[in-house]
T-cell receptor, first 111, second 114 residues
Framework: SQQGEEDPQALSIQEGENATMNCSYKTSINNLQWYRQNSGRGLVHLILIRSNEREKHSGRLRVTLDTSKKSSSLLITASRAADTASYFCATGMDSNYQLIWGAGTKLIIKP | DTAVSQTPKYLVTQMGNDKSIKCEQNLGHDTMYWYKQDSKKFLKIMFSYNNKELIINETVPNRFSPKSPDKAHLNLHINSLELGDSAVYFC?????????????FGPGTRLTVT
């Protein structure tokens, strides 16, 4: 079932610019995860942020989580052509195995 | 070494046929999943197994039957294929039971039913 909604659905920016994607969700969560999917490939886990965290960094990625607004953002700094992909958020609860997925944001980095 | 592998990568078949997709993970994970991704990129969970036991069984037609011979393998058999079954099917695994951890995905099997 779909819980998360990514915004925007599609984003096209110039190489070197920063890209920001947002994810909103509806129910309580224990963690929120971001994944990348390159065209024709499987999803790759990028970063996990737990509900008691507000911000997390990994290389050029910065994720924020606002549980009061039930939203998260993924910032990719200094974008590269290789960042062109679809990005998905997924929310999870510690009480079960299932992740609830958003519909994804398609990011295009123009050279 | 490939962490989560699926075979075949592409599968083209006619309506009414029966086909299987195989998945293997060498990560030592306890939990495995099957997802269906449609043409709009929506990712839908179908099944999940934990240590060979079925733990998630979403509303999926009975024509789909998962089988887990051991915790490293999760296969998907589809009977009487229909046009609407055309999609990309992903296998995934995650490291532990009882909590939602990051999932590791296979490369996908693109199924085309004609």
């Amino acid at each position: 079932s779909q819980q998360g909604e990514e915004d925007p659905q599609a984003l096209s920016i110039q190489e070197g610019e920063n890209a920001t994607m947002n994810c909103s969700y509806k129910t309580s969560i224990n963690n929120l995860q971001w994944y990348r999917q390159n065209s024709g490939r499987g999803l790759v886990h990028l970063i996990l942020i737990r509900s008691n965290e507000r911000e997390k960094h990994s290389g050029r990625l910065r994720v924020t989580l606002d549980t009061s607004k039930k939203s998260s953002s993924l910032l990719i700094t200094a974008s590269r052509a290789a960042d062109t992909a679809s990005y998905f958020c997924a929310t999870g609860m510690d009480s079960n195995y299932q992740l609830i997925w958003g519909a994804g944001t398609k990011l295009i980095i123009k050279p | 070494d490939t962490a989560v592998s699926q075979t075949p990568k592409y599968l083209v078949t006619q309506m009414g046929n029966d086909k299987s997709i195989k998945c293997e993970q060498n990560l030592g994970h306890d939990t495995m999943y099957w997802y269906k991704q449609d043409s709009k990129k929506f990712l839908k969970i179908m099944f999940s197994y934990n240590n060979k036991e079925l733990i998630i069984n979403e509303t999926v037609p009975n024509r789909f039957s998962p089988k887990s011979p051991d915790k490293a393998h999760l296969n998907l058999h589809i009977n009487s294929l229909e046009l609407g079954d055309s999609a990309v099917y992903f296998c995934a695994s995650s490291p532990s039971s009882g909590r939602s951890y990051e999932q590791y995905f296979g490369p996908g099997t693109r199924l085309t039913v004609t």
